[in-house]
Structures are given as C-alpha cells and as structure tokens.
C-alpha cells in the first residue's frame, strides 16, 4: 500500500490532535532515519501507524490484545497495549514487514537490543516538535549527534515523570534505558 | 549460635564505620519488627549478617558468587552481589533458616512479594541512624505508620539517586516499586 493511502487510514482513526502529533512523529523520524542511517520508508511507515490504536477506549484495547502478539508484562500496564496492537494492524492492514512491525510494538517502551529503525521511532515520538516537557530541548540538542545518549536521557525523563506521578515503570524500558547508558558510557571511556 | 557470638564475628569482618551502621540496622530493624510483626529474633540475626560481605574487593565477591544461590541477573551488577554472599554465609556459618537468608539475600535490592521479615531489613538498612540523604525523613515518618508506603518511598529514592548518578537501575527493584505503589493505593482507594 502507498504511504499516502496509509496515511489517509491512519487520519480517519484519529482525533486532529493526534494526527498532527503523528505528522510531527513523521517528520522526526524522517531527518533521524537519515541521521542515523535507517531505512527512510520503512521508518515513516512505522511512524504513521505508531499510535493508531492510541484512543481506543479500554475494552476495545483489552479485547484487540488477546489477538496479537503481546510482548510479557505488556498487559499489567494498559497504557503499554496500543503499540503491540497497531503492530498488529500494521501487519493486517498495511502488509508491513517483520522490523517495521517491532519498531511499532516497542515505540512506547523501548526494549533491550533495538534496531536503528527501532530507536529512531521511538525517539521520534519523543522530540517531535509538538513535544514539551522538561528537559525536551536537551534530548533534541543529544539527537542531533549521538541516537543512544538520546535515547538514554529520553528514557531517564519517562521514569523521572512516573516516579513523579507513582505511576509503574515497565521493567523492559529500565533494561533499555540501562544499556543505552552502558554503550554511552562505552563510548567516551 | 548465641546472637551475640553472631555479632561478634560480624565485627571482626567490617570496618567501625560499617559494624556502627550494622548495630543502627539492627536497632531499627528491631523496631520495625515489632511494630509491624516480623520474628524480632530472626529479624535482629539477619540485619547482623546483611553487610558482612560488604566490603570485601570485587575478586572476592565474583568468586565467591559462583558458590551461592545467586538470582537471575544480579551478578550482572557488582553492587548487587554481597546480598545473596551474605545470604551463603549466613547459612553456612551461623545456619539461619530460609527466611533469614531471603531477607540478607534481598535487603538492597528488594523484590516481588517480600516477606514481613524481608521488608524491615530491607526498610531498617534505608533508614537507619546513620543514613542521611535528600527525603529520609519522610521515609522515616512513613515508617512510623505504613510499611509498604515508606519501602515505595525509599525504593523511588534509590531508583531516582542511580538516574542521577546514571547508574544502572535493577528491575526486580522496578517491580518491587510497582508492587509498593499498587498496595499502597488500593489500601487508600
């Protein structure tokens, strides 16, 4: 299917909001696949179709996510079910492939061991120029060079803003956010 | 074996400044044991042994924790390692039961469904005399009233000084945090 048609489906699932947040999610994730050398038509596929699931209502969630493939722990956290979910859909509507797929099912959470394709959605949906929250800035000045560090701070600011609010931490995003420090840290060592 | 030979030999392994923090343990251990209802005596005999391996060079801890029960991924982060060594030790040299070594075992790192006995060690080690960091003193208060409230508190404190430090975050700790907070909010919905 053409991006364009995709894109078309992707707007007539979601609130305006959403959809300019996606566009935006688009468009980070365009200049950080060419950035870090990530396949650019892949990584804009993966991001148009990122929060598709995004406002379901709760049932409709809880339902969809005895269809597909639910990473463990996924389904304590509700919040975490609309990524596996729309990598669900991407493969049933769209035909996407395997990696586009993941780079959807972990948008949220992150995971240990991330593809490029991977890290640059999940990245994405986190600077987007719609964003703002503390911080936001530093993690779009780390973006402009190094993917990991990026990453690494964009994970330390989710925990920060659950510790904040007592809400749970996925213990998967704690292993990611780990590693992304280790490989930083490997790196200026 | 007599707590007070325990003691004894305890001394003879640790430095004045970590014997000090090991008899605050002990006193506050002793407190939150009674106030909430753990075994006093088994909980006194594992805040004694908790630190006993505390300070030896990481060779000695790497060797040694080929020879203990070791929970999954703990060797993965040096700090982590003289809790379950202890545990060993405890049980080879002063033959404490199951419960007491569990609560050596896990008093730094916490973990999912923790005994009375486990959660004042864990808590009595965070909050002792000796302990002085930004927010210990509500922890202390919460300790006044509502155990798995204070164990929520004291375990974000750690999770908050390693993002700090970006220092790796252990997620049995994560988990034991969620479990914290979830018990802590159905109690007051």
Known sequence: MEEKEVAERVRAELSEARFAHTQGV????????RRFGANVQAARL?????DIAREWPRERLLQAALRVEMPSGFALIPALLHGPIAAGL???????????ADAIRYHTTGRVGMSVLEKVVCLADAIERGRDYPGVNDIRAAALTDL?????????????????KREPIFPLTVMARNEFWELTREVRE
Do not use: C, K, P, R
Request: negative net charge.
């Open 148 to 164: 990991n560090l990026a990453l690494a701070m964009s994970f330390d600011s989710t925990i920060q803003y659950l510790l904040l």
């Open 46 to 50: 993966a991001a148009w179709v990122h």
């Open 26 to 33: 688009v468009d980070a994730t365009t200049e950080l696949a």
């Open 90 to 100: 991407a493969n049933e509507w769209f035909g996407v492939s395997d990696a586009v």
